[in-house]
């Protein structure tokens, strides 16, 4: 089944303490992205990566790292959580740049 | 101002309704224009594109009008499985550059 699969789904941790949220898709697409969604605020791109090793920020990077090592891999990591960064995110892939974007489940993370 | 913005809602309607969403966005460089439904605390999924000349999916009626700058989204025959929030996006030239709006609520009820 063709997807995008995230993990953790709920996570809650403390200030300071890294994370990593994984995300891999099995569509061979080249196209992947991180969002969160704040209410009121919709979703907001964090970063993007057009291919393996090709990355750029979105409009709400500060705070976050990817890596795109390989093509069906992109986490997201949090060196240093803040509260601030309680939010809904979302991994999203897809084949090109003006195709059908997929999204992950979605993972739901409190820093307290 | 937001580069997209919709009414947040919620719409009430009863089954059999037909209801309308509009979008406005500000960037007159958009290139592409879709709408994604999103059911509560699920992932957003593309429920149609729009295309310049408006198109149709059954029930789904998307109009573009980019002189306007706004993109349409018309349900008729509204269903009790419509229930969810409709997310206007637009994608800049660029790569994955999409552009959401907060989302529009729809309630039907019986």
Same mark, same amino acid.
């Given at each position: 089944?063709?997807?995008?699969?995230?993990?953790? %789904?709920?996570?809650?941790?403390?200030?300071?303490?890294?994370?990593?949220?994984?995300?891999?898709?099995?569509?061979?697409?080249?196209?992947?992205?991180?969002?969160?969604?704040?209410?009121?605020?919709?979703?907001?791109?964090?970063?993007?990566?057009? +291919?393996?090793?090709?990355?750029?920020?979105?409009?709400?990077?500060?705070?976050?790292?990817?890596? %795109?090592?390989?093509? %069906?891999?992109?986490?997201?990591?949090?060196?240093?959580?803040?509260? +601030? /960064?309680?939010?809904?995110?979302?991994?999203?892939?897809?084949?090109?740049?003006?195709?059908?974007?997929?999204?992950? /489940?979605?993972?739901?993370?409190?820093?307290? | 101002?937001?580069?997209?913005?919709?009414?947040?809602?919620?719409?009430?309607?009863?089954?059999?309704?037909?209801?309308?969403?509009?979008?406005?966005?500000?960037?007159?460089a958009s290139q592409s224009?879709?709408?994604?439904?999103?059911?509560?605390?699920?992932?957003?999924?593309?429920?149609?594109?729009?295309?310049?000349?408006?198109?149709?999916?059954?029930?789904?009626?998307? /109009?573009? +009008? %980019?002189?306007?700058?706004?993109?349409?989204?018309?349900?008729?025959?509204?269903?009790?499985?419509?229930?969810?929030?409709?997310?206007?996006?637009?994608r800049w030239g660029?790569? +994955?550059?999409?552009?959401?709006?907060?989302?529009?609520?729809?309630?039907?009820?019986?």
């Amino acid at each position: 089944e063709a997807q995008v699969t995230q993990n953790p %789904r709920y996570l809650i941790t403390v200030t300071g303490k890294k994370l990593t949220v994984t995300c891999s898709q099995n569509m061979n697409h080249e196209y992947m992205s991180w969002y969160r969604q704040d209410p009121g605020l919709g979703l907001r791109q964090i970063y993007y990566s057009m +291919n393996v090793e090709v990355t750029d920020k979105g409009d709400v990077p500060e705070g976050y790292k990817v890596s %795109r090592k390989e093509k %069906r891999n992109f986490p997201l990591i949090l060196e240093s959580p803040s509260p +601030n /960064q309680t939010s809904l995110y979302f991994c999203a892939s897809s084949l090109r740049d003006n195709t059908e974007a997929f999204f992950g /489940q979605g993972t739901r993370l409190t820093v307290v | 101002r937001k580069e997209v913005e919709q009414d947040p809602g919620p719409f009430n309607v009863p089954e059999g309704a037909t209801v309308a969403f509009n979008c406005t966005y500000s960037n007159s460089a958009s290139q592409s224009f879709f709408w994604y439904r999103q059911d509560c605390r699920k992932e957003p999924k593309l429920l149609m594109s729009v295309y310049s000349s408006g198109n149709e999916d059954g029930r789904f009626t998307a /109009q573009l +009008n %980019r002189a306007s700058q706004y993109i349409s989204l018309l349900i008729r025959d509204s269903k009790l499985s419509d229930s969810a929030t409709y997310l206007c996006v637009v994608r800049w030239g660029g790569y +994955n550059k999409l552009i959401f709006g907060a989302g529009t609520r729809l309630a039907v009820h019986p």
